[in-house]
């Protein structure tokens, strides 16, 4: 092994053939550098043909997306490259350049005003204002809060049994709103909803609104904590509060269609060896006596609710994009979708998935972005994937909901 006094001269610089590697690396660099300004200049030229292309396109129709010829170029070019080890390279070098050529491309079409969605009605605010307004459960359940929170006082209410019904109400015109929980901030989604509004084509999300779900535990007035059998409340809430719960094996936990439902069981039973799990509201609504506060595993426990509308209009200020998509069964696909996100500078803030019905190991895909449908970047991303996703929706735009205790 060399002593460090044999490998560098007295001033420390390399010697020998420590000194060639030194050279050999430099020069490497150097000729990095001069291949990758060709690569620049040449992906510029590319561009500027791509240009050509979309063009071209506006005037015969043609779509911007044509998956046989790319795929056939794929393999022509991956075909090419004399090192087997760099084959799958060539192949990711240019499907990553295909598409930042097609989303280019969209980007001339959007600037023409090719194509565009404008199926929406844009509005300062929305008609709020004696507004007939519906949510599931009753009185004292979340949903009646975030109703409340989100609503002024001069609108009509009233509540229905399942998510389902209430969304029924609005396309029958019997409700201008309906009021529903689509995510917990411990508990996570409400799959059931993302199903409903998949399902249900002619509703929109138009606004939001988040709670802070302060779970108590109540029951009748004298109730004794040791003679418990059994504990009510919505299935999330049951698991917000498992930690409490499991210091209480014995108690059997039964789910219910929300909380306030489990309070009203329990005011109606008049058996004091059941109690709820729900909010204080719900306590003074249905005269129960809480019995341990601060239940939940997580302090800062909230519930976002969305509010939705048979209408598809959308706020001036809204800031929020909501959509689902699918995408074909093959490598890459997922991956093309979201480039159009992160192409147009959109900063994406959620994506969830959920199995395709009757598609088994194929998922549809929900994604939360930042921004307006009236933004050329916005434009462009939707543009993208719709025409690159089997399948695309666009749930609403509307403003961040604002957290309410």
């Known amino acids: 092994m060399l002593k460090l006094s044999e490998k560098t001269d007295g001033n420390g610089n390399y010697t020998g053939k420590d000194q060639k590697r030194m050279i050999d690396l430099k020069d490497s660099r150097e000729k990095i550098d001069a291949i990758d300004q060709e690569i620049v200049r040449l992906f510029e030229e590319r561009m500027a043909v791509a240009e050509q292309v979309a063009e071209y396109k506006i005037q015969t129709g043609k779509p911007v997306l044509d998956i046989a010829r790319e795929q056939e170029k794929l393999a022509r070019l991956t075909a090419m490259a004399h090192d087997p080890e760099n084959a799958l390279g060539i192949r990711e070098l240019f499907r990553q350049v295909m598409s930042t050529s097609r989303r280019r491309q969209y980007q001339i079409l959007t600037k023409h005003g090719i194509g565009e969605d404008r199926n ?34 001069n609108i009509h209410s009233f509540h229905v049994k399942t998510w389902k019904d209430a969304i029924e109400e609005i396309l029958e015109g019997r409700a ?56 009510y409340s919505h299935e999330q809430a049951l698991m917000q509060c498992g930690d409490f719960l499991d210091m209480h094996p014995a108690w059997e936990r039964i789910p219910l269609e929300n909380t306030a439902v489990a309070a009203k069981r329990v005011h109606k039973e008049k058996d004091s060896a059941s109690v709820a799990i729900a909010s204080t509201q719900a306590a003074g609504a249905y ?68 199995p395709i019905p009757k598609k088994n ?13 009236e933004d050329g970047a916005v434009k462009n991303a939707l543009r993208g994937i719709r025409q690159e996703a089997s399948y695309m929706r666009v749930f609403g735009n509307y403003r961040t909901g604002e957290q309410k205790k």
Not at 289 to 310: D, G, K, P
Not at 361 to 373: A, E, H, K, P, S
């Open 287 to 354: 005269g129960l006596c809480i019995l341990a506060e601060h239940i939940y595993n997580n302090e800062n426990n909230s519930t976002r609710f969305v509010i939705v509308s048979r209408k598809r209009r959308f706020e001036k200020s809204a800031g929020k994009v909501s959509i689902c998509f699918e995408v074909r069964h093959e490598t890459g696909t997922l991956y093309s979708v979201l480039s159009h996100i992160i192409y147009n500078g959109l900063n994406m803030s959620k994506i969830e998935s959920r």
């Open 120 to 153: 929406y009605e844009v509005v300062d605010e929305l008609p709020k204002e004696g507004a007939t307004v519906v949510f599931q459960g009753v009185e004292g359940a979340y949903s009646y809060a975030a109703m409340q929170a989100y609503f002024p006082e």
């Open 361 to 373: 190991w194929q998922y549809r895909f929900f994604v939360d972005f930042d921004g307006n449908l």
């Open 176 to 231: 201008d709103y309906a009021v529903l929980p689509i995510e917990n901030s411990t508990a996570g989604i409400v799959s059931d909803i993302y199903d409903l509004l998949t399902d249900y084509e002619d509703v929109y999300i138009v606004g939001e609104q988040i709670i802070r779900c302060a779970h108590v535990l109540m029951g009748l007035p004298g109730t004794d904590l040791s003679k418990v059998q059994r504990v």
